[in-house]
Every structure is written in structure tokens, then in C-alpha cells.
């Protein structure tokens, strides 16, 4: 193409663009000789659009924001309207249709992975034994809801902006947690139960364990979100160390060593990244020294990760023998649940969740008939759900992870993909917080697995680096990954 009709293609796509007649074209290119209001007839550069390019930034900013609106408001931030969820549910509803507003399509296709709904069948099913109906419709309808929104987020959230809009969720609710210590209506810090000294940070919460795992399940979106340069290395720095501030002041011994495991694997993974996946496409760094550099690193962040495990309950002076008593109500859960340990006793209609009440539940009476004083839960992610859905929903709910996790462990393998990274870190935070909070049936929990398996499940897994073609492998090498 000559120098010529570079420009006049570009000025013709951005007359049509702003809906003016391309005639004005041929009229002003045979009068004038040259394209009107074109900066450089020769140089081939596309027109400036100053006012559209600033409705798109103004645009994506809206989107951020209310996607960390949306994130804040399925946390459940209960000490300001109470514990029914359904108040939070309206609000990240509404930020959601502000979403819609601002994109007015959908940025991506919209993906329906098969086996969150697969659980969500197999829920409805306990409707048939349950002992509570009314318990398990609402919670049929509050999950629900949370997975519609989990799906409208991925389809309308452009992807690029998706693991910043979480960061700023994150930032939202470690900044509104922080805040209420100046409201008078709010306890944002209490004594650690009868019998303890120490006070804990509970902020929005009401608990320190609820505002631990709330900052261990969106930290990874800190960890996660790509920066390029300085002022925004200082920004996630400041955005990590509040979180982890946070957490602290919680005492909470599994959110902290939660907390250690999540940065160490990011460390990790961002090693792999450097050491492995930009020189994996060079031919001059064989696969032994890649295998090399990544058992070291996995060896270096394990030992970092046990100590912190070992130390920090001490420091706490938590009981690790039982777990807190955590064991004996395992114990107890798996007694009762032997009588019925394919089907359970009914989604939402066994434990005494703050965002659900199951009511007068036999189950859980006789549960807790074989500990020393009642709970409310399982403390566990698992043992907390099959006593409700039995081993049939719990393995489709452990499916949900297992295939995330594998799917987005390819992407990242393949080019290091942020959204990857936080799938994963996300994942790991499910599978090993969730050993003693009952994550999987948390409101953000279940939010955040949702949008997980849209995710991976609507991303093309790209070909293997030495599949690629050989401009691809170059822009690996040039760390454009």
C-alpha cells in the first residue's frame, strides 16, 4: 500500500467512525488534495479521537469501581444493616446493572461452566429429604444469586480489567473495615472470646475469623494484579502490607498463616515465571537447569512456610492439639453424617450460619449433643458441606476446584496469565484456609469458585511454548507475557 492510501484507508474508518458521509472524503482529497483535519497526510498515523478515548478510560474506571463495589457487598460487611444477606445482595445487584450501564455488552462471551450448575442440581435435589424446606429454598435462592452474579461479572467485566477490579474490592473493604473504628454504631474490635485477654480487629465483620478469611480469599487479588511500573509496584506494595496489617490485628493463627502461604506461592509462581517460562522458549536453557531453579524455589517457600506455621500459633497462644476444638466436632460430624452419607440432611438446612439460619436443625442438635459447647459450623470447607449434600455434591464441589485449579495452572504454565495467577491463589486459599473455616459455603467463597470456572472455562488454552510461533516465543523472551 502506498504512502498515499495509508492515511486515506485510516481517515475513511475514522469518518465512518463518527458517522460522517465518506463522500466528505473524495470531496476534500479533489478540492484541498489532502484528507481534512488529518494531522499527517504521509506519516500513516490514525487520527486522535480525544473525547472517545476519554469516554473509554472514564468508562473502564466506573467498571473497576463497581466491580469492587460488587466484591464488597457479597462479603457481607453485617455489623452496618445487620446479618440478612439480602441487603447486600440489592447493592451488588445495583453496582451490577451499573456495570451493564457503563459496558452495554458484554465484553466477552458468556460461559456457563457445567459443574457449578451440576452442584447446584444436586443441591436442589436435597430439597426432596431436607429438614427444612424453607431453609433450603432460601439458600437455593441466595446461591443462586450469588452465581448469577458471578456470571454476569465475567461476561461484562472486560478480562484485562477483571484482577483489578477485585484489587480494588480488596482495598474497599480493608478501607471501610479500617473506618469503623470511628463509627460509634460499630465494634470494630472485641475480646477474643470468654476466657481471652487479647482484642481482636473484627472491623465491618463482627468477628475476627469472618474478617480473616474475608481478607485471605481477596489478598489474592493484590498479589495478582500485573504492574509495569514503579508508582504501581508502590501502590500494590501499600495495598499487600494494609491487608496484611489487617489480618494481624484479627490474631486469627489460620488467616496469618493463610496469609504467609498465599504470598510465598506468589513468590513462587512469579519465580517460575522469570526463571522458567521467558527462558523456557530459548534453546540455550535446558529443562534440567528449568527443574533445578523450580525445586529450589518450591523448596526455599515450603521451609519459610512451616516455620510460619509453627511459629505463629505459639506466639498466639492457640491451642494446635485439637485445632481449637475443632477435631472433636469433626469427630461429631462424621458420626452423625454415616447415617446418611450420600444424600445428607439438607442444603442450608443444618448449620446456624450469620448469613443463614437453618432454624431448629436436628442434625445439628444432635451434633452438638457430642461436643462439649455448641458451634455454629463445621470449621472445615468440606466436612461442613457433606453433612448437607452428602459425598455426592462434595466431590462435584471439590471437582469445581480441582478443574480451575488445572486449567488455569495450563494458562499460567503457557504464558504466565494474570487472571491465572489469581485462579490459582484463590484456589489454594479455598483448599487450605478452608481446612478450618467452612469457606466453601461462604457467600464470597462460593462467589469467587463461580467466577473462577467461568473463567478458566471460557479462556482458549494457548499453544505450549514450543508450539508457538517464533515471533511469540520472541516476545517471551522480551518478558511481554
Not at 478540492?31 to 468508562?59: C, Q, V, W
Not at 447486600?88 to 445495583?94: K, N, P, R, T
Request: charged residues 15%; positive net charge.
Amino acid at each position: 500500500m502506498t504512502a498515499r492510501a495509508q492515511p486515506v484507508r485510516h481517515y475513511v474508518a475514522h469518518m465512518s467512525r463518527r458517522g460522517k458521509s465518506v463522500f466528505t472524503y473524495h470531496v476534500a482529497v479533489t478540492t484541498l488534495g489532502a484528507p481534512p483535519d488529518f494531522p499527517d497526510s504521509t506519516s500513516g498515523e490514525r487520527p486522535s479521537d480525544d473525547s472517545g478515548d476519554r469516554g473509554r478510560h472514564a468508562a473502564s474506571i466506573m467498571t473497576i469501581g463497581l466491580t469492587g463495589v460488587v466484591l464488597w457487598a457479597v462479603s457481607g460487611p453485617r455489623a452496618l444493616w445487620g446479618n440478612p444477606i439480602d441487603t447486600y445482595l440489592m447493592i451488588a445487584a445495583v453496582a451490577l446493572v451499573g456495570i451493564i450501564v457503563v459496558q452495554r455488552r458484554p465484553s466477552q462471551r458468556l460461559v456457563v461452566p457445567l459443574l457449578p450448575l451440576a452442584f447446584g442440581l444436586s443441591a436442589t435435589v436435597t430439597l426432596l429429604w431436607t429438614g427444612s424446606r424453607r431453609a433450603t429454598l432460601t439458600a437455593l435462592l441466595i446461591y443462586g444469586s450469588v452465581a448469577v452474579l458471578a456470571l454476569a461479572i465475567s461476561a461484562f467485566v472486560p478480562r484485562r480489567h477483571l484482577v483489578l477490579s477485585l484489587a480494588v474490592g480488596t482495598v474497599i473493604i480493608v478501607t471501610t473495615s479500617v473506618a469503623a473504628i470511628w463509627l460509634p454504631e460499630v465494634t470494630a474490635f472485641r475480646p477474643a472470646g470468654i476466657g481471652y485477654t487479647m482484642t481482636t480487629f473484627v472491623g465491618l465483620y463482627g468477628h475476627w475469623n469472618i474478617l480473616s478469611y474475608v481478607l485471605c480469599l481477596t489478598l489474592p487479588a493484590i498479589l495478582a494484579v500485573p504492574v509495569t511500573s514503579q508508582r504501581g509496584w508502590a501502590l500494590k506494595i501499600i495495598a499487600a502490607a494494609s491487608t496484611a496489617a489487617a489480618l494481624c490485628l484479627t490474631r486469627s493463627a489460620s488467616g496469618i498463616v493463610t496469609s504467609a502461604v498465599l504470598v510465598a506461592a506468589w513468590i513462587a509462581l512469579m519465580g517460575i515465571r522469570r526463571l522458567v517460562l521467558r527462558r523456557a522458549a530459548s534453546s540455550a536453557w535446558p529443562t534440567a537447569r528449568r527443574w533445578l531453579w523450580t525445586g529450589i524455589v518450591v523448596a526455599v517457600v515450603g521451609t519459610a512456610v512451616a516455620a510460619v506455621a509453627v511459629v505463629v500459633p505459639r506466639v498466639l497462644d492457640k491451642e494446635v492439639s485439637n485445632l481449637s476444638g475443632r477435631v472433636p466436632l469433626w469427630n461429631a460430624i462424621a458420626q452423625v453424617t454415616s447415617d446418611r452419607p450420600w444424600r445428607g440432611f439438607g442444603f442450608g438446612a443444618v448449620w446456624e450460619y450469620h448469613w443463614l439460619d437453618a432454624g431448629d436443625s436436628k442434625a445439628r442438635a444432635l451434633i452438638n449433643s457430642l461436643i462439649p459447647y455448641p458451634l455454629a459450623h463445621g470449621h472445615n470447607g468440606a466436612i461442613d458441606l457433606v453433612v448437607q449434600v452428602g459425598i455426592v455434591g462434595t466431590l462435584l464441589y471439590l471437582c469445581i476446584i480441582l478443574r480451575a485449579t488445572w486449567r488455569a495452572g495450563r494458562m499460567f504454565l503457557r504464558d504466565g496469565d494474570a487472571t491465572a495467577v489469581w485462579t490459582l491463589l484463590t484456589m489454594l486459599t479455598l483448599v487450605f484456609l478452608g481446612m478450618t473455616e467452612p469457606l466453601w459455603m461462604v457467600p464470597l467463597g462460593w462467589f469467587l469458585v463461580v467466577l473462577a470456572a467461568c473463567l478458566t472455562d471460557g479462556a482458549r488454552l494457548p499453544d505450549p511454548p514450543h508450539d508457538r510461533p517464533r515471533h511469540a516465543r520472541a516476545s517471551v523472551r522480551s518478558g511481554k507475557i
